[in-house]
């Protein structure tokens, strides 16, 4: 792990000394948009329209931001379209790599470099940051469309309908004001929650996510007791959100992480929802468990510095979920 200063690559971990131990995730720095006709989006610049081929997803299978921009590029058809590469799990001094030595990695398929950030470095050389997954890439322009994935699967949802015929809307108009707060909520304390417990290095900082983080599951666990999604009857970008992460929960969260005052099994109404979603047509298959367990346990060396994988639970992700 580490981050780049001005083009050049400082090994080195978050810093939570000026935070009083608590972690503290970095804005994403490429914010612009596909959209069907090639109009600016929201944020950044025009000029990224919606075509076959043209655009590429950098990701790792461990990372629950990059798992729901490739749940949307399933959800909405687009594996034809848009190709995917997939880092290493381990990411260590060098940050996220392309090295292929372990099963499910791909290498760099469009340029065969060693390292995700000389996807960064190849857009901007004197670039200072973060190198993060997921990475949107236009093949056509050679430059990162967008590093943030809530704006991915917003682009996923429709940019591409009028080419794919897929006119599955997981943020519909109406629904919109609505899923804003319940999207915030999951953000701040489940999504990122668990990171904020996880990286903690100050008791005060980890109370401080930990608490909110289990007020929540208690909340979303009461609200699907008579709601069949977060928002009711139409299955969300709010509930593909939450499930990144709570796939994850009881096989790293709950041990590596130290959320660990109930596992999502102990939630009935959580579970059942959480396996009705890993069962959805086309989601399995972007899940990469071995992937999960060995990134958390083996690169974060602040947490776990021996790199001992966990035998952990046996998860029955194909029960039948009832819902
Ligand atoms: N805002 C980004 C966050 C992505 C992110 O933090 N990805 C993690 C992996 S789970 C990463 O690449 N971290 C590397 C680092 O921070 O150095 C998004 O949602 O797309």
């Known amino acids: 792990m580490g981050q780049l200063v001005d083009g050049v690559w400082h090994d080195e971990w978050y810093d939570t000394k000026s935070t009083g131990g608590a972690f503290k995730r970095s804005q994403a720095s490429f914010r612009n948009w596909i959209t069907a006709d090639g109009s600016a989006g929201p944020t950044g610049e025009g000029g990224f329209k919606a075509a076959p081929d043209r655009y590429h997803l950098y990701v790792s299978l461990a990372c629950p931001w990059a798992n729901r921009a490739l749940f949307f590029r ?24 392309f090295a292929t030595d372990y099963p499910g990695t791909t290498g760099d398929t ?14 901007k050389p004197d ?15 050679e430059t990162i469309v967008s590093n943030e994935s809530s704006e991915i699967i917003r682009m996923f949802n429709s940019a591409f309908d009028h080419l794919t015929g897929n006119t599955d809307d997981y943020w519909p108009e109406p629904l919109r004001d609505a899923m804003e707060p319940v999207n915030d909520r999951i953000y701040d304390t489940v999504n990122n929650g668990v990171y904020k417990a ?3 290095t100050s008791q005060g900082a980890y109370d401080n996510a930990v608490v909110p983080l289990f007020e929540s599951l208690d909340w979303l666990e009461d609200r699907l007791s008579d709601n069949r999604y977060l928002m009711g009857d139409t299955l969300t970008e709010a509930d ?15 041990l590596h992480f130290k959320c660990n005052r109930k596992r999502i099994v102990d939630y009935p109404n959580l579970w059942a ?29 602040t947490i776990n510095p021996n790199r001992i994988i966990p035998i952990n639970p046996v998860i029955d992700w194909m029960a039948p979920h009832g819902r």
Not at 127 to 141: A, H, N
Not at 240 to 254: G, K
Not at 273 to 297: C, K, M, S
Request: no cysteine.
């Open 273 to 301: 929802y959480t396996r009705e979603l890993y069962q959805w047509p086309g989601i399995a298959e972007t899940i990469n468990f071995d992937h999960i367990v060995r990134h958390y346990h083996y690169s974060h060396d």
């Open 127 to 141: 670039m200072s940051g973060r190198v993060t997954v997921p990475i949107l890439w236009d093949k056509e322009r």
């Open 110 to 123: 469009l340029y065969g470099l060693p390292f995700a950030r000389d996807i960064y470095l190849k857009v």
């Open 240 to 254: 593909w959100r939450l499930f990144s992460t709570l796939v994850r929960f009881d096989l790293v969260y709950h």
């Open 74 to 97: 399933t959800l909405k058809g687009l594996q034809d379209m848009i190709g995917v590469s997939v880092v290493h799990p381990d990411m260590l001094g060098e940050g996220w790599t």
């Open 198 to 200: 996880g990286f903690a």
